[in-house]
């Protein structure tokens, strides 16, 4: 247990490349020839393409429990070859590295942002450098480099505005609480902007029912066993959401919902009320 | 060859979770935090959502292959933060974290159970514990401590009684041997619950038929190369397992079959018979 | 940077399995069980089944990216337990480990082929050996010892003539160049079989359009963003190849294109061309 040897380096991946085509591969053996002692780890390479909301989301909740010095690397990357800047940041003590589109966004809003900077000194780019495959060319070689142990500023100067990223914002009103549909998840969990804190702070205490268009679910339980198989039930997810989900059922389906709909939550007026 | 360095510390994860969302990568984030130096092996997180029996079988087949000290993660836990008991087993030399819910059934009903204990020990899981997400925040640090050198009654008591599984039974009759399908693969192969060995048993050198709803086919055949392109056969397959398989086809599309269905093999008469 | 411990051995995986299964699980578990510090490095498992030509194309851009020494694992197999032989070629200071089928003939025919051996030598299987899953039982022990030090020739004798593969042939006639889709990737790019060597080489600096069944394009963009959000776009992608795109979405389905659909280069006369 009182090991003696350093920390590892380690790169992760998060892409919406699939696995189907030589991306992901061509990636990997790009990194692993800078850098072959260097641990790849990936998150995922099943991201919706094109679409930053999700990225950012996945990103905010698994790359801060990598160790310090962690190099994460995300590629979803409409822009390729356009206008958009490569990116390195250094958020929280672990470096991200990918194009500057809002993907780190929910990162930057809740974690120390510690350091940005553009990447533009080419000769840590592997070339001929692509206009469609940055990801291969530009963000694979520069996180090698960066967990060999280049420093940041080496590979370009001080970004001044990394792109920022909010969640839809909520509504409160007299007696009701109005947030929506961000995420879907595979088991057809339906994740909502609603965050714990905003609830609690928003019920200070009281009852209240979770509308969707289809359904009312009464208050918020504490697993997905409260309800019986297949039944609707409301609950603070592990990343801190209020999720409206089915024991061992998809709520996406079974109460027609899709990224976007509405879920309110109402207080239950005093006296008829259900804690 | 003749190594001197220790064998590295090895987990390995299995779930149904799928690779849309931060699940996974958050697991590998949590348990590289606790022990930079593990290697991380990805099974597989494309398991069926919520069901235990093609989990069993799968960590039946690949996970008795590992070295002897891997610690295996597996998690499909429609019963998570109910009244199920997280687990960590000892089976011929190998480590299993997951709930119990039978995922190891098949497992321990052909190796030696070489220890059971009940994960109760709350300094070896992150805070605060929810109630959706055990593979994060109580299996993946269990892993990794347990890979780090903790001994395995560190973690609590031990578990009188982990559940059991069995694959569905096969009937024996007059001339008749029927099984059923129990898992179709990423192929179409339909494996039924017929091991090569009760096959043998009951056929005792003679020739049979196997027949399906839809189709009749002649004995067991070597290799899928055995008949013509599209062509239906049955073999044993690289598990023991009797299977009903297409050459280069998806046999569950061309013969009509899902999990569930009969499999029947007929004694083929003296006289006509067909070895 | 300057690293005195040598490079570690590398196994990396490129099958048509999928993960539902437990095969890729399987052939971590052997390759493991006899070098337990290999690194193991998933290229993909989500292959086409069955099919050599996107195997080929995918094994051709991704394995000579890694370092030189990385065993490389390729199985998409019909003809498993068949008359196929099992081989290890040295294809410029790689190893290919797998089916004698034409997956690697994208790599010979442009990379120096540098020994090729037929996998007889049975002590290094594993045993019994199957005749359905030669991934598990061949091709990944055999990788394993020689990613451990086996030298190559005492896993059988030399192998004459491996398979050799080709993409469909183009064809030039007065003003035309004449292609087809050879692969749609992950995001829907139809990706040709022009290289950018043969359509520099037909074109002379003379402008052209680019024709499919239902869409012309005036000559070659240089990114996705080039077009509106939406429009179809032709450029020279990552590989060197020909694709038509649309910008952030999918050419297959906008354009009603498939595998083995044409696609025709045009020269513009001169006086109304465009450069």
Redesign the interface.
Same mark, same amino acid.
């Given at each position: 247990?009182d %090991?003696v040897?350093p #920390?590892?380096a /380690?790169i #992760?991946l *998060?892409t919406? $490349?699939?696995?189907?085509? @030589? +991306? &992901?591969? !061509?990636m990997?053996? &790009?990194i692993?020839?800078i850098h072959?002692?260097v %641990? /790849? &780890?990936? /998150? *995922?390479?099943?991201?919706? =393409?094109?679409r930053i909301l999700?990225a950012a +989301?996945?990103l905010?909740? @698994?790359?801060?429990?990598?160790?310090p010095g *962690?190099v994460h690397v995300a590629v979803v990357d409409?822009?390729?070859?356009?206008?958009r800047t490569p990116l390195l940041l250094k958020i929280d003590d672990r470096f991200y590295v990918g194009p500057d589109n809002g993907m780190f966004g929910l990162l930057m809003a809740d974690l120390p942002l510690q350091g940005a900077w553009r990447l533009e000194r080419r000769e840590h780019f592997l070339h001929p450098v !692509?206009? #469609? $495959?940055h990801g %291969?060319?530009v963000f694979a070689p520069v996180a090698a480099h960066l967990a =060999?142990? #280049?420093p940041p500023d080496a590979f370009g100067p001080a970004a001044a505005d990394p792109s920022s990223l909010s969640l839809p914002a909520h509504h409160e009103e007299t007696g009701t609480l109005r947030g929506q549909v961000v995420w879907i998840? %595979? $088991?057809g969990n339906c994740i909502t902007n609603l965050t714990d804190k905003v609830v609690s702070r928003w019920a200070r205490g009281a009852s209240f029912t979770v509308h969707t268009a289809s359904k009312k679910i009464a208050g918020i339980s *504490? !697993? +997905?066993?409260s309800t019986p198989e297949g039944e609707a039930l409301s609950?603070v997810? !592990?990343?801190g959401y209020l999720e409206v989900a089915c024991?061992?059922a998809r709520a996406d389906r079974a109460l027609g919902l899709r990224e976007g709909d509405p879920v309110v939550l109402e207080r239950v007026p005093t006296g008829d009320g259900r804690s």
């Open positions: 247990m %090991r040897e #920390t590892p /380690i #992760t *998060t919406d $490349f699939g696995l189907q085509d @030589a +991306y &992901v591969g !061509s990997k053996g &790009v692993l020839s072959p002692h %641990r /790849i &780890v990936d /998150i *995922t390479h099943e991201l919706p =393409a094109h999700p +989301y996945l905010r909740e @698994a790359c801060p429990r990598f160790p *962690t409409p822009g390729v070859g356009g206008q !692509s206009n #469609t $495959f %291969r060319d =060999a142990g #280049t998840d %595979r $088991f *504490t !697993s +997905y066993e609950l997810n !592990s990343m024991n061992q």
